[in-house]
Each structure stands twice: as C-alpha cells, then as structure tokens.
C-alpha cells in the first residue's frame, strides 16, 4: 500500500507553531471548510480576524498552510498543505523533546474533544453512520520491530484518502469527513525494559495529518 506523503519535523520552532490550541483549531478549520480566508477562519474559531490572519501567516510560515491565490490582506484565502507530519523518533535535544510532547499533547487533546462532540449527539445521526463508527481497543505482545512495522501499515491504511482533504472533487458522493486517531502504548505498569535512554520529554510520537514561537505563547492566543 502507497504512503501517504509525509515530512519529519526536527525544528523546535515547527513544533512549537503547532502546539498552540488556537492554531490546531484554524489549522482543523482550513482542512475542513477551506480555502478560507481570515475573516472566514474568524468566524468559524470565534476570534477576530486580526488574530487568526496572524496565525495564518504564522501556519504559512511553517509549511501547514498556503495561500490559495486570489485576494488580499485578509480577504486572501489559504488551503492546507496536505501531507502527513512525523517527529519524536530518534534523538533529540531536550528543547526537541519537550516541543514535540507539547504540540502531541495539543493535539490529542484537540481530537479527544471532537470525540466527545461526537458522541454527544451520536445518537441523532442515521444509523448508518453509528453502525459505521468505531472505537478498537486491545492489548497485544509485540516486539519493537512487530510494532513498528504495524505503526507503517496503519500510517499507510488511514492515511490513504489523504489527497480528498485539499481536492473536493476527489471526495465520493455521500463522503463526510471522519477523524481517525490510533495510538500505540508499550505498558509501563512494571519493570523499565533493559535498554532505555532517560529522555527530556516522554509523550510519544505522533505520525498523520495535522497540525508558539515561544513557550509563552503556547499556552496562550496572540
């Protein structure tokens, strides 16, 4: 099965761009409802369209997003950069480490939300889309290479429809957008496996498409 395109992420500041709450939620917004412009965006996240044209530039400037032509000012539309987004593998310096588990942690607390919006109101769609839906859990023995040749399989699977988020024409009739979200957790309720490195951060690595400039920022709208 083809991968999905992806770029690995190892700039500190790429990483901290996208552990901002608000730009995940502009970011979700372009690759939903886009092209939008800021005005658009400000609508849609319920900000002022000064503030969400600046974290468009922002996203722009770290290759999430790119203007679509056409408009000015903040009337110029954007389109998402469609390809998936790697990082936390390997090594990293602490300031890596920590930037990484933050815009992971963002991240997961964004799509736990939308979870939640989806369960809330499950119920009120038809009942093709509740016998659709899924929730997997289990516990399996794997070894580090069983792991990750299965992290490759699942990147390639849920990542396989990636081009219809930035072509409409590409999406069949009937087709709505679907979050899908997939995690792999070795247990830590025990003895550390012999082999591991003390590490700076520890939230894992995240592989899909998603999406501060300093660490103030971060936890905060600009």
Known sequence: MEQPRTRKITDVDTLRALAHPLRLRILDAVALHGPLTATEVAERVGESPANC???LRQLARYGFVTEAGGGTGRQRPWRLVTEGHRWGEGAESPALAQAGDAALLALL????????????VRRQHAATWRDADFLHQFIGWYTAEELRELKEE???????????LGDPAARPPGSRPVRLLAWAAPDVDGEPVAGGEPVAGGAGTEDGPV????????NGDR
């Open 53 to 55: 044209s600046w974290h």
């Open 211 to 218: 999406v501060g400039d300093t660490d103030a920022e971060r």
């Open 109 to 120: 607390d964004l799509e736990h939300r939308k979870l939640r919006d989806w369960l809330a």
């Open 154 to 164: 699942l990147g390639a699977l849920l990542g396989r429809h990636l081009d219809r």
